[in-house]
């Protein structure tokens, strides 16, 4: 079992990553016997794994209450906050119980945000299921939900109490939602680890067919580089905002398709791409990386082109509402090289327009 | 100016007192010319005060937007929650924009919740224009909204960037609002401070008749108390929960009656009497410090019975839903003496019956 400390001042927890973690004695822990907890999980998961978690917490001694949502981006709203929330006063849940959120981004976010909210913070422990989630979402404290007007606009930091990491639950993820999640483990070697590209490049066919080490090393390698951003800007006063690479254009993307035609990292993936020409438009990064990328993003299986439905001008719409941006400019997360990003506040709108006319 | 700095691990912030605050050059530092601002108050405030703060802010070179919410702690609640933030959304504000509540708890509790989730967390100022909000509800960071089934199940911990508490506000202020938040002025002095209740006594008559004088000495003791404990144990893990007393036992009156026929520190005046005749049962308070506790809150105006309307029966059902519980068992904030109190898990039902039985 592979366990990564994530250090901040106020508190650290353990991120667990392995085969078969829910048998391991103690996986739970700090919960103990009679604890209370909460599992939320969503119509998809729940037939394939729920009794198999619910199983070895019921082991564990722990009384259990569970709360099903329906699948999708789009029930990542208030009203599953409300339903969530009713369902806990309505089982007199106080404020020593502990939520489970079994499941991807969508799941993790939610539970992790009731856990900020209800009864001013309870515990939360992150049992990610998707490849993205257990590389990225699960992993940092970002929690929170979408308004009609923009994604993920409400929200708080608030740190799980534990991430286990299961790696069986990627044998029955969907295809397209696996090969979603590579592009964020892509977008981490691009921002952080040339080293870690070219070992991508050369591996991507065993971990396309779920070769089992190789995915293991590939989610710490993921969890290692996000967790050291974590423990120096929890708070994204700084270089956390590097992990946004192609999330600004990709954001935009979501919004503009209500978050139903595109997944979270088809988006990003497209996003990264308009972030690669930007770059090259300032003179950052030259036509060769940026096809050595694209390369890697197609042989994967991610789209690489913005589908023609949505104009150019559509995307400045949404991204002048990104969380990034300061007084109306629009910040970009830019690759100057493969292994290394930086926060740009000042692109011109033209160059924007120009780096995405070059992806139809 | 009576300046109070509340010093937390991760923050500091200070605790202004005085009157005509607002004419003070730089009182809503750190905010600077050009800055954003959504300033926050509800219908009844909106036309006395709202152009006075608008105009200091203006003044001070800021770009302002505002929203008027109902009055009345049925508006404390997720569809104020979505309005506010729907404005924020609707108008662009980013994440360094700055949330002004100007108002009693509601507006306070409200508009510091949604600074803690807008865009993962923003900066807000309390001006609170209640007595109850400026010894209490402004300071230390709560922040919230009522479930049906339950008051403040909904928050979080966010500490305000400052505290403006502006005596003048306290000449507009209705009558019974005043003398309710005298309840907790009163809970302070038996919970912390006898030689403050001593005080209090002499000089009832004084505040009663808003001598500008005793009033700021009689705030500023509130808010040094209050200070100290929080500054302690921000998160209310061990003595902060005994700010709560008498809140236990009103909590129940409020929710029984939907937050309408009592205002808070009526309630909370009729919970610290029950909790005063549960510490008697329990030998810890003579009969003698009980009545010269009643009689001050009397002489005050406040309410030391309970309505009949309410049974002892229908009290345990909202009890059993405070926060500050634990696996069923009701935790109680009971004096041992004028100037102290205790937190006690493991008190019978039939005691609590009793002592509310005291109080019709």
């Known amino acids: 079992m592979r366990k990564i400390i994530v250090n901040l001042n106020y508190a650290s927890y353990p991120i667990y990553i392995d085969f078969n973690l829910l048998n391991i004695k103690d996986i739970f822990y700090p919960l103990k016997k009679n604890d209370r907890v909460m599992l939320v999980t969503d119509t998809v998961l729940s037939p394939i794994w729920k009794n198999i978690v619910l199983g070895s917490l019921v082991d564990y001694g722990m009384i259990v209450d569970e709360l099903i949502i329906p699948d999708g981006e789009k029930y990542k709203n ?4 409300e339903l969530l929330i009713s369902n806990l006063l309505n089982k007199c849940h106080d404020r020593h119980t502990t939520l489970i959120a079994l499941g991807g981004g969508v799941i993790g976010d939610l539970t992790g945000f009731v856990a900020s909210i209800y009864q ?10 998707t490849l993205l989630s257990q590389v990225d979402a699960a992993i940092g404290g970002k929690t929170g939900v979408n308004h009609v007007l923009g ?15 299961n790696l069986n639950f990627l044998n029955t993820l969907p ?48 969890c290692e580089l996000k967790k050291k951003i974590i423990v120096i800007d929890e708070r994204e006063n700084n270089c956390r905002m590097l992990l946004n690479l192609g999330h600004t254009y990709g954001h935009a993307i979501e919004s ?15 996003g990264i791409v308009i972030a690669l020409y930007t770059s090259e ?5 030259n036509i060769v990386d940026i096809k050595r990328i ?9 789209p690489t082109i913005i589908p023609k439905e949505i104009s150019s001008r559509s995307f400045l719409k949404y991204m002048i509402r990104d969380k990034k941006n300061y007084f109306g400019q629009i910040t970009l997360i830019l690759p100057t090289s493969i292994g290394e990003v ?6 011109s709108k033209n160059i924007i327009m120009d780096a995405i006319q070059m992806c139809y």
């Open 78 to 81: 208030f009203v599953s906050v």
């Open 151 to 165: 994604k993920n606009m409400i929200g708080s930091f608030w740190q799980p109490t534990s991430v286990i990491i």
């Open 256 to 270: 503009y398709f209500e978050y139903s035609s595109f997944l979270h990292g088809e988006s990003v993936s497209i």
């Open 175 to 222: 295809k397209n939602q696996f090969i979603s999640g590579l592009s964020e483990v892509v977008k981490y070697a691009i921002a952080f680890d040339y080293d870690f590209f070219v070992w991508l490049e050369k591996n991507i066919n065993d971990i396309l067919s779920l070769n089992m080490n190789t995915l293991l090393y590939c989610v710490t390698r993921c």
């Open 120 to 129: 001013r913070g309870i515990r939360f422990i992150q049992i990610p299921t």
């Open 342 to 347: 930086k926060v740009f506040n000042n692109v």
């Open 294 to 302: 694209i390369n890697l993003l197609e042989k994967i299986g991610l």
């Open 281 to 285: 438009i300032l003179g950052l990064l």
